[in-house]
């Protein structure tokens, strides 16, 4: 289903299934957001473990990269 069709579909609803489907959207992608935020952590640490990453201080971070 295209973009537009699903924006369509959801002109079809009352004004409360709108406001519920909204809910519903936002939690999904939080949940999301919080998932893919874990994938990366692990992936991170993961890296750090194998020893392909060194601690670093935000100084130095932010010498690295504005240079």
């Known amino acids: 289903m295209r973009f537009g069709e699903v924006l369509e579909a959801a002109a079809q609803l009352s ?3 709108q406001e519920g489907l909204v809910e519903v959207l936002r939690h999904r ?6 998932e893919d ?3 990366e952590i ?7 473990d194998a020893g ?3 601690p670093t201080t935000p100084d130095d971070l ?3 990269i504005l240079s």
């Not at 992608?29 to 919080?34: A, D, G, K, M, S």
């Not at 692990?42 to 750090?48: G, S």
């Open 62 to 64: 932010l010498k690295t």
């Open 15 to 17: 004004l409360e299934e």
């Open 52 to 54: 392909q990453c060194e």
């Open 42 to 48: 692990r992936q991170a640490r993961e890296e750090f």
């Open 29 to 34: 992608v939080i949940e999301l957001r919080r």
């Open 37 to 39: 935020l874990a994938a």
